[in-house]
């Protein structure tokens, strides 16, 4: 039997023990059994454990099986964002590189479901729709104590399907876009809401913006477990849930929301008022990607735009852009452009 759990290099978090029991918490006294006697294996296991680990997390499998991931919680003062690790896999193809998918990259998000579509289907690589995609989230919460914070384990067959009605849920929005300029000296590129990876809503819901948009602060977000559960449409995500997430959403991102739309329902410049200059690329950025994000929770509680573009609601809404564009002509006929400081 092991007498203890050998060390692991966990990419990002260092060298980290397996498996641990400490005899000073309080809790270990019910069973009389502390470190590896509480979890009993053979040598062998142990080694194949470590190695197992390590090569899962080796330095080129980085963007592979596993990455870096900001945390729910907000960096604090002088100090970096605390980062998790996230580490990912389908066992029966695990150099398929699938961690950009699920933290860093809507387009790796889209191609992953058309490439698990292909291996499932497939005649020359084939794949049982019933195989699993393994995910996994560590935390270091001090020198010696590593978590794992969120386990999950779904079917290629529910995968594919959850993505793709994902990816249909991020297009339940309006036609718009925005200018964002990429390199200083290159002219801005339109860009229009996106596919949201489970990453990115951690990242996108740690912002929180005031001043009418043109100012934001980090606060706790959604965590990635929240986040992959809401991509994956767990069974755990009852409409009370969805309807949380929504008003956290629109606490966060209406401020941004309405200061840029104020900004385009203008359409000309004003000495006194903000312009789209004064928002920052990257706030373009989590606008567009609020749209996506709201317009994702309203489709999973069945509130979809091609339905509700004949609501009173909606109709309302055209007839009063209607009178804010009328308003707009009058004031730059009459006024010498001055316009009130908000639009209906």
């Not at 594919?160 to 991020?170: S, T």
């Not at 229009?192 to 009418?212: C, E, K, M, S, W």
């Not at 359409?267 to 008022?273: A, D, M, T, V």
Request: aromatic share 6%.
């Amino acid at each position: 039997m092991a007498s203890t759990f050998p060390k692991a290099r966990m990419g990002s978090l260092g060298p980290t023990v397996l498996f641990s029991r400490n005899e000073d918490i309080p809790s270990a006294h019910r069973y009389g059994v502390f470190d590896a006697a509480s979890m009993p294996v053979g040598t062998k296991i142990a080694s194949e454990l470590q190695a197992a680990v390590e090569e899962l997390v080796s330095s080129d499998r980085e963007q592979k099986t596993w990455t870096k991931i900001p945390s729910e919680k907000p960096k604090k003062k002088n100090k970096p964002s605390p980062l998790d690790l996230l580490v990912c896999y389908i066992p029966a193809v695990p150099d398929l590189e699938i961690v950009n998918a699920l933290a860093l990259s809507e387009a790796s998000f889209e191609a992953l479901g058309h490439r698990i579509a292909e291996l499932t289907t497939g005649t020359n690589t084939y794949i049982p729709a019933s195989e699993r995609i393994d995910v996994f989230i560590f935390r270091r919460i001090d020198k010696g104590n590593v978590k794992t914070i969120f386990s999950s384990s779904v079917t290629l067959a529910a995968f594919q399907a959850a993505a793709a009605l994902w990816q249909h849920a991020c297009r339940n929005t309006p036609v718009v876009s925005l200018l964002i300029p990429v390199k200083k000296g290159d002219a801005a590129i339109a860009y229009t809401p996106r596919t949201l990876t489970p990453g990115q809503i951690v990242r996108l819901t740690r912002q929180a913006y005031h001043h009418d948009g043109l100012e934001s602060y980090e606060a706790s977000g959604l965590s990635f477990a929240e986040s992959f559960s809401l991509v994956m449409r767990n069974q755990a995500n009852s409409e009370a849930t969805v309807r949380r997430i929504l008003r956290l959403a629109l606490a966060r991102f209406s401020p941004l929301l309405i200061g840029i739309g104020h900004v385009r329902s203008r359409q000309f410049k004003s000495p006194s008022k903000p312009d789209m200059e004064e928002f920052k690329p990257g706030s373009r950025r989590d606008a567009l990607d609020a749209i996506s994000l709201i317009g994702a929770l309203l489709f999973q509680l069945d509130i979809k735009i091609t339905k509700d573009m004949n609501t009173p609601a909606y109709l309302l809404g055209q007839l009063l852009a209607g009178a804010d564009l009328l308003h707009r002509g009058y004031c730059l006929d009459v006024r010498g452009g001055s316009l009130p400081p908000k639009l209906i």
